[in-house]
């Protein structure tokens, strides 16, 4: 059946394509899946919404960075409390029909947020998956939204006041780093990971092919985008980071599975490392750019004089 996916990007609900792969058949999970912190249209995975959701104040108007409003920690009605649940449920829904589909021992890699990472992993425990590491993708840069107190309290009329909180902010550090949880299906009971690594050819790192200055590499991964490397997804992920992910725990031939593809990163890193890809993509616009990214790489799968392309399928 995974023929039908394979070196494909489906435009489609994962949910409903997932349980169509084979079973034990894949060798990694690398996704930047929704962080259900309302980035936009697509990030909302819960029932509770609210006219001023997704709207910009008039501060956010004309920013590069944090443009559309999200829903303040402590919410707008008291069911606001229940949105890191429904979104722990939603990534349990596609989640445990990943687990089949993963070969013993294998490894997951899924990009998360800060605030809810931890829903994640709830999530993927439920679904008998085993938590690694957290990995921590540090950025070149970051958007930086700390509004100062005295601002605001002045625009109420409240001089004294403002006065008192003169360099003090609303609002969080700058978000210098995203967290990636780092999952493993267990393999058999009583085994040993060597002999699922014999058997399966998965759980195992190659340090030597990432060594990072000669030195090998911690937990904690420095990657930014590349001068020529156009962004057109809001939260889209380095192409070097995902490629090395995909280096660091898979050889040549094996399967990436990504059920959040996005603008495609992760099927190019794969192609560009001669590692076949599956992936999945609800949102038709990123679904076409998508494709259109991956057909103007130039690989080796790609040499070819003549190219051909059908619905995502790259001969």
Partial sequence: MNKEYLNRITLGDCVQHIPNLDDNSIDLFLSDIPYGICLDDW???????????LGASPAQQGKTGFKKRGKPINGWVQSD????LEYQDWCKEWAKSVYPKMKEGSLLFVFGARRTIHRVVNAFEECNFLIKDILSWKKPSAHHRAQRVSIVLERRGLTKEAEEWEGWRLGNLAPIWEPIAWF???Y?????????ILENKVGAMNIKE????GISPTNIL???FESNEERVHEAQKPLSLMEYLIKLTTKEKQTVLDPFMGSGTTALASKLLDRNFIGFELNEDYYN???KRLNGSNNTHCQANKKEEIQGFLF
């Fill in 43 to 53: 990030d909302v995975l819960h029932n509770n919404t609210n006219s001023a959701l």
């Fill in 184 to 186: 493993m299906k267990p």
């Fill in 289 to 291: 750019y998508s494709l």
């Fill in 210 to 213: 990432c060594l990072i200055n």
């Fill in 81 to 84: 409390r229940n949105i890191g």
């Fill in 188 to 196: 058999k009971i009583g085994g040993t990971i060597t002999d699922n």
């Fill in 222 to 224: 420095e990657f930014g």
